[in-house]
């Protein structure tokens, strides 16, 4: 009765390990499904991003050139107003009666001519700066539609390798899913936390050249007899990785060749 309940405990690890070791399958096809696509979905990002930013900045040269040019219809209707002022003062002028009376009127044309040039000054700047925001939105321009166009490149390349793998990944999901409600919680959260930790992605390995198949540092022999017996969770002392062996994972191990005894040479022979 011992005996079998040691046996049933052997098959659970088994099957927990055979599990976890078809878990990590899966999910290193679904990784290599986004290999596939590879930064595409990141560039696509990118494009966009760089898209919608010079967008932005050709709205802002556009608020900036409406400013301006409502900055130069307005100094072009003060300007006007001088001007009037000024025919105003001139008619004045032959209607003094004493000099301090022109020389009054001489002045204010005076501050009202400078005021002229100080608005046709401001009006030549709002203009060659209009100019410089022009020219600038005509090159963002430029590059909104060289962007696009790669947009859609990648769009295109990437809804293509999307439909080709789509029905492939959703069915390896759907058995993912499955799959993982066979798996202890625990066990389940700590593999998914050491697959996080790993580059490759990888949560569960099996023993290579006597080593781990994850950071390929050497097992010694006691311990790769452990991971044969399958009646634990065993994890690398190194990396953390959970440890199969190479059978479980279906994996065939070439036997070394034993290596055939040397002859002894004739000379050897002669003086035996």
């Not at 008619?91 to 044309?109: A, C, F, G, H, T």
């Amino acid at each position: 009765m011992a005996q079998d309940n040691k046996k049933a405990v052997e098959v659970s690890v088994e099957d927990k390990l055979a599990n976890l070791y078809k878990l990590q399958t899966m999910l290193s096809e679904i990784d290599k499904i986004r290999t596939l696509r590879g930064e595409l979905p990141l560039e696509v990002q990118d494009l966009e991003d760089e898209i919608g930013g010079l967008t932005t900045r050709i709205e802002k040269y556009q608020a900036d050139i409406d400013e301006l040019q409502r900055e130069i219809s307005n100094r072009k209707n003060n300007i006007a107003g001088y001007e009037q002022t000024i025919a105003r003062y001139k008619e004045q002028l032959n209607l003094v009666r004493n000099n301090r009376e022109y020389d009054s009127l001489n002045k204010e044309i005076e501050l009202q001519s400078l005021d002229i040039e100080l608005n046709q000054k401001k009006i030549k700047e709002a203009q060659e700066l209009i100019a410089a925001k022009q020219e600038e939105m005509k090159r963002s321009s430029a590059e909104v539609a060289e962007r696009r166009t790669d947009l859609d490149i990648k769009k295109s390349e990437l809804d293509e390798i999307i439909s080709e793998t789509k029905v492939e990944e959703e069915k390896l999901r759907e058995e993912v899913k499955n799959l993982e409600t066979e798996i202890d919680p625990r066990l389940l959260a700590a593999f998914k936390r050491i697959r996080k930790n790993s580059r490759n992605g990888l949560g569960v390995v099996y023993v290579q050249r006597d080593a781990c198949g994850g950071c390929f540092n050497k097992i010694p022999p006691q311990r790769q007899l452990d991971i044969r017996m399958r009646k634990k969770i065993i994890v690398c002392e190194y990396c953390g990785r959970i440890m199969v062996d190479p059978e479980l994972a279906g994996v065939e191990v070439a036997k070394p060749v034993a290596e055939k005894p040397k002859r002894a040479s004739s000379r050897k022979k002669a003086e035996a």
